[in-house]
């Protein structure tokens, strides 16, 4: 299958610092990527979509300026949490369509201290 | 509101033996259906899907069943192995119209015992 890779795996920051977040596809170009949040023993919960040269798709409930999504190129996505809180602390997982499939990466988890 | 329901957090399973995992959902817009295997701090691997159009898909170990009138899909995994111990999400999509969103139950941990 498809390969999505993220970075950093795992980071720490300081409450109101602000932490970007990569997400790419390895082998093969997505438009649509997509952001999500897990909290403990919770499902996975969808920010928003990522559209390749547009601006991002957010859920309802999802600040977009707290959020940034920047999708540069086809095989790069980035989430940025700015001015990050201690609630913020989660672990985020991208994802990536090929072909009619959703590729995810292995997750990024945050710690806002 | 959860669309997608797992309303089995947990399930314990002999080896050899046959694993039921289940899922329902409540919007009718969802047609496309996904099940996925995941680690403690992995992103989720995709297991198996099966469209609306379908009622059942197999692949190995895997199969699905789908149920539209009861809006109930289920995961059968037989024979059960130790490797199979993780957690299953199911998930569902309503195709273009959603942007091809997924979206996720809260999971069932399996455990296979040797």
């Known amino acids: 299958g498809a390969v999505v890779s993220q970075h950093p795996s795992r980071v720490i920051c300081k409450s109101g610092t602000s932490v970007k977040i990569e997400c790419r596809s390895l082998?093969?170009?997505?438009?649509?990527m997509f952001w999500y949040r897990q909290f403990p023993k919770q499902s996975l919960m969808l920010m928003a979509t990522?559209?390749?040269?547009?601006?991002?798709?957010?859920e309802q409930g999802v600040e977009k300026d707290k959020f940034l999504i920047n999708h540069a190129s086809l095989t790069l996505s980035t989430l940025t949490v700015t001015s990050a809180h201690p609630e913020d602390s989660s672990f985020y997982i991208c994802s990536a369509r090929d072909r009619g499939e959703q590729y995810f990466g292995p997750g990024t988890r945050l710690t806002v201290t | 509101d959860q669309q997608v329901k797992q309303n089995s957090p947990s399930l314990s399973v002999q080896e050899g033996r046959i694993s039921i995992l289940n899922c329902d959902y409540t919007n009718s817009m969802f047609d496309y259906f996904l099940w996925y295997k995941k680690y403690p701090a992995e992103g989720p691997t995709f297991l198996i899907s099966i469209s609306s159009i379908k009622d059942k898909n197999e692949d190995g170990r895997f199969t699905v069943f789908l149920n539209k009138s009861a809006k109930h899909l289920s995961l059968h995994i037989v024979p059960s192995q130790p490797g199979d111990s993780a957690v299953y999400f199911c998930?569902?999509?309503?195709?273009?119209?959603?942007?091809?969103?997924?979206?996720f139950g809260k999971g069932t941990s399996l455990l296979v015992t040797p």
């Open positions: 082998d093969f170009q997505a438009t649509t």
């Open positions: 990522s559209n390749e040269g547009s601006k991002a798709t957010y």
């Open positions: 998930a569902a999509s309503a195709g273009r119209d959603s942007g091809y969103a997924l979206n």
